[in-house]
T-cell receptor, first 115, second 113 residues
Framework: ETGVTQTPRHLVMGMTNKKSLKCEQH?????MYWYKQSAKKPLELMFVYNFKEQTENNSVPSRFSPECPNSSHLFLHLHTLQPEDSALYLC??????????????FGDGTRLSIL | AQSVTQLDSHVSVSEGTPVLLRCNYSSSYSPSLFWYVQHPNKGLQLLLKYTSAATLVKGINGFEAEFKKSETSFHLTKPSAHMSDAAEYFC???????????FGQGTTLQVKP
């Protein structure tokens, strides 16, 4: 699946570092999502953007800061993370957010490790 | 509220034998249901979707799923497993009023030679 591209694929950072995750979709979609996937837990929806506007913040700590400059790009800015933030971060896109029959298309994720 | 339950956390089959991954859903409305697959170190790939058209849905890689309203089930099947099918499989329901995806806990499929 090359429709949604995430970079970097792997990231190791200390708790005091600042880094950003990038997601780009080439599907012409208008909605983009950030998910967190931790071992032995269901996928957790973090943020939803629809036509560049944030429509969902699922009680995510402020050390995670999303940015959506246009419908094709989504960033997740990270600062002062905790060890429990180590996980696979997945980006997804769909035609439009908020519609029941819309499948989401996922990128391959960024494996984040916090030292 | 909608929810999904994947009845098996781990399924092991021999190559060439049938695959059955079970999923039950809970929904007050006519649901939209999906199956996704995740191979190691990869994202989730859409296998198939049900959106109130035909109850037998054909997907990619020879997989199919049957929507059974009376049993509130959406089991995933494949007639003959291949080694490349070894992965994590997620049954997903879409919330009727928000479109949010509700994921099951996942089923790990092991394929033995």
């Amino acid at each position: 699946e090359t429709g949604v591209t995430q970079t970097p694929r792997h990231l190791v950072m200390g708790m005091t570092n600042k880094k950003s995750l990038k997601c780009e979709q080439h599907l012409g979609h208008n909605a983009m999502y950030w998910y967190k996937q931790s071992a032995k837990k269901p996928l957790e929806l973090m943020f939803v953007y629809n036509f560049k506007e944030q429509t969902e913040n699922n009680s995510v700590p402020s050390r995670f800061s999303p940015e959506c400059p246009n419908s094709s790009h989504l960033f997740l800015h990270l600062h002062t993370l905790q060890p429990e933030d180590s996980a696979l971060y997945l980006c997804a896109s769909s035609q439009v957010a908020g519609q029941q029959n819309q499948p989401q298309h996922f990128g391959d994720g960024t494996r984040l490790s916090i030292l | 509220a909608q929810s999904v339950t994947q009845l098996d956390s781990h399924v092991s089959v021999s190559e060439g034998t049938p695959v059955l991954l079970r999923c039950n859903y809970s929904s007050s409305y006519s649901p939209s249901l999906f199956w996704y697959v995740q191979h190691p170190n990869k994202g989730l790939q859409l296998l198939l979707k049900y959106t109130s058209a035909a109850t037998l849905v054909k997907g990619i890689n020879g997989f199919e799923a049957e929507f059974k309203k009376s049993e509130t089930s959406f089991h995933l099947t494949k007639p003959s497993a291949h080694m490349s099918d070894a992965a994590e499989y997620f049954c997903v329901v879409s919330e009727s009023n928000t479109g949010k995806l509700i994921f099951g806990q996942g089923t790990t499929l092991q394929v033995k030679p």
